[in-house]
């Protein structure tokens, strides 16, 4: 594609990217946004944490200062949701708020979008912690990050730093450019083919519902150094390792529960597109891949699992294999008949779908945000980062992975009271070597 | 910090056993310093208040729904279609349908117990406004009177195991063999009596003998919880 074509692309995806009404810019929810709010329940809202962790105890009131002045860059942030009579759409909020907040212990609450005017991220301050907690509506972890990293900033400054805008630390004076708020899917879902969805029922872990609403969280923090040390020994990337290691727990804890027929092990591991196709946006644009093993095939040991792992992600995350999958996904949204059908309708079918294929599709869900990088004058004053995938859709672990200088964090979130699984993780790292600190709010 | 024998990771300060096996935290050098009161963990202690979902406009999508077609068809039964009452049933439908759906959108607090009683009623009055459209009400008051109240009852001890004792989905299958065991038993009752026949079990006491086979095998499973736990991961639910 030549950089004309590229560029009357990304202008035409801008435009359709959001709407003027009233003199306000409303914004339809993206490809992946739009499947979230279905699957609203009492006791589920897809809500994701990040966390920075300073070496000083927070000051709410230059926290709040810092949220003011912050949110204004971020205006697919600063909405709320709307249901029109075929899609949802975000509408620019007015309302006073977002207010921060003594932070609680379970943490990930559903948000009610259904009044109006109802803010879809919430800032929370405990200690030396600030978390964002965002609506996956919004965007993804990577346009989060970028709210967090801008926040912190602003607050250090408000402290009395000079923190310059470098990385994911934007400038809150200049007016966002139009590139952040586009639904890039839309940009590149041009396959000539559509690959079909894997739909394959695999091993769901089961265990006693915690009381409504319950979030129970492990934290392990451990030494990239350490980690990279063992992956190396593997002949393998970390998230390869990681992914390896939560698939041997899985497998682990299927064989513990002896059942009649063994099934698949999968993990729902979202891809960050930014990193294949470049778009500077602040909203969803990840996609799924299910690194997997089947024991029905034979028993795996450790080293033929991250085989397994390291060649299928070799396999599959590459711009042609994400391409399609992104096209497959649009294809469903762009269809005139799916189009023209009322959202109620649509939303009984998507959910039904979710809660009867693609939940079944994965044991666990894993993400890995890798290694944030802040300007070098903010570095002295953080202490780590950490990342929650937020409460699962049916009882299962969710495991997030978010690195920051030499401190490695792995989050796990669960709503169920069993642990196997993230003792068979921790317990199988602590074998190879690495040093695990646990923390919990067990 | 001390380290948890059993799984070898550096626990944090403020946690009095492993959350990984549960082991506790017991450090020798620390016999004497066991409260962990004082100490201050990464997480907050505040437990936040989920915000209830407000469900009124579903309530009222489905008032809307219910009366148009109620509305509409008394029009058309009145001026067009008039040869006799058959928006009777229908109007009766959504009646019925509403009272079972939309008070718990529109009072998230009211009782299933008083919800399912005042259904019940409606049914039963719906049930009678049928029988304007017939030749004889014998029917409404020997088969399905007795047999909307036996429902009744059953419904409302099931649902009341339900809520109290185990929401399973083993336990629910064991509500509902027992439902229609005794369900099909006092059906063939009424209809045995209905025909002016001697009451003999025939086809329901098949029926009650399966279930209650099925009922004590569900109860067993229950009951022992080693079984169950064993069920539900061998079949993968």
């Known amino acids: 594609m030549n950089k004309t074509t590229a560029e009357r692309n990304l202008n035409n995806n801008i435009d359709s990217s959001f709407k003027h009404v009233g003199g306000e810019t409303w914004y339809p929810l993206d490809l992946s ?35 003011n002045r912050t949110l204004p860059r971020f205006p697919t942030y600063k909405v709320a949701m709307r249901k029109g009579l075929f899609w949802r759409f975000l509408e620019p909020n007015h309302r006073p708020g977002p207010f921060v907040q003594e932070d609680v212990r379970n943490f990930c609450m559903p948000m009610s979008f259904r009044s109006k005017g109802r803010w879809l991220i919430r800032i929370y301050y405990h200690g030396c912690r600030i978390a964002l907690e965002a609506h996956h509506s919004l965007g993804d972890g ?95 990337t970390v998230t390869e390792y ?99 059908v009322p959202l109620f309708i649509k939303d009984v079918v998507v959910r039904t779908f979710y809660k009867k294929v693609q939940d079944l599709n994965s044991s ?23 990342i929650y995938m937020g409460i699962p859709f049916s009882p299962r672990t969710n495991c997030a992975i978010i690195s920051f200088q030499d401190t490695l964090t792995i989050n796990f979130a669960s709503c169920i009271k069993e642990t196997d699984v993230e003792r068979y993780f921790f317990t199988k790292l602590v074998e190879d070597g690495v040093h695990v600190t646990i923390e919990s709010n067990r | 910090m001390s380290y948890c024998v059993q799984c070898g990771v550096k626990l944090e300060q403020s946690l009095k056993s492993c959350p990984l096996c549960h082991t506790p935290v017991i450090n020798p050098n620390e016999l004497n310093s066991t409260d962990l009161s004082d100490v201050i963990g990464p997480f907050s202690t505040i437990k936040g208040e989920v915000e209830p979902m407000k469900k009124h406009d579903i309530g009222l999508w489905l008032t809307l729904v219910f009366g148009s077609t109620a509305i509409a068809c008394a029009i058309l039964n009145l001026f067009v279609f008039d040869h006799n009452y ?35 009623i409606s049914v039963i009055f719906y049930e009678f406004a049928i029988t304007f459209m017939t030749k004889s009400d014998r029917w409404f008051f020997e088969i399905i009177l007795p047999t909307t109240l036996v429902i009744m009852v059953l419904v409302t001890i099931s649902g009341f195991f339900y809520k109290v ?19 099909s038993v006092a059906l063939e009752c009424y209809i045995d009596r209905f025909m002016g026949s001697e009451v003999h079990l025939f086809w329901s006491a098949i029926v009650f003998s399966v279930c209650a086979v099925i009922s004590i095998a569900l109860s067993a499973i229950l009951s022992i919880k080693r079984l169950r736990e064993t069920v539900r991961k061998r079949l993968h639910f």
């Open chain 2, 165 to 183: 004792v185990s929401s399973s989905l083993i336990a629910s299958a064991l509500y509902l063999f027992v439902d229609v065991g005794f369900l």
């Open chain 2, 86 to 120: 058959w928006s009777i049933p229908v109007i009766g439908a959504c009646i019925v349908l509403w009272i079972f759906f939309c008070p718990r959108m529109f009072l998230p607090k009211i009782s299933i117990y008083l919800n399912l009683l005042v259904t019940a």
């Open chain 1, 33 to 67: 946004a739009i499947v979230y709010p279905t699957l609203q329940r009492r006791d589920f809202s897809s809500v994701y944490r990040l966390s920075v962790l300073l070496k000083e105890e927070i000051k709410p009131d230059i926290l709040q200062q810092a949220l």
């Open chain 1, 364 to 386: 666990a869900g894993l993400t890995n945000m890798g290694a944030m990088k802040v300007p070098e004058e903010m570095i002295p004053f953080i202490d780590r980062f950490d």
């Open chain 1, 242 to 340: 990681l992914n390896s290691v939560l698939l041997y727990a899985l497998l682990k804890k299927q064989q513990d529960d002896k059942p009649f027929k063994e099934l698949p092990v999968k993990i729902a591991m979202p891809v960050n597109l930014r990193r294949f196709f470049p778009s500077k946006t602040l909203r969803n644009f990840i996609t799924m891949i299910y690194p997997s093993i089947d024991p029905r095939l034979g028993d795996y040991t450790f080293e033929e699992i991250i085989k397994q792992v390291h060649h299928y992600m070799r396999y599959y995350i590459n711009d042609k294999f994400l391409r399609g999958d992104i096209t497959t996904n649009a294809a469903t949204q762009q269809n005139p008949f799916i189009r023209v």
């Open chain 1, 142 to 236: 990577t346009g989060g990050m970028h709210l967090l990293h801008t926040l912190t900033a602003e607050y250090l400054r408000l402290l009395g730093h000079e923190i310059p805008n470098k990385y994911m630390v934007l400038n809150i004076d200049k007016e966002p450019h139009p590139e952040e708020l586009e639904d890039a899917y839309m940009r590149y879902s041009n396959a000539k083919f559509r690959p079909p969805r894997p739909m394959e029922k695999t091993y769901r872990i089961r265990g006693t519902l915690e009381p409504f609403f319950t979030f129970q969280v492990i934290d392990g923090i451990m030494s990239v150094k350490d980690v990279m040390a063992v992956a190396a020994k593997y002949k393998c």
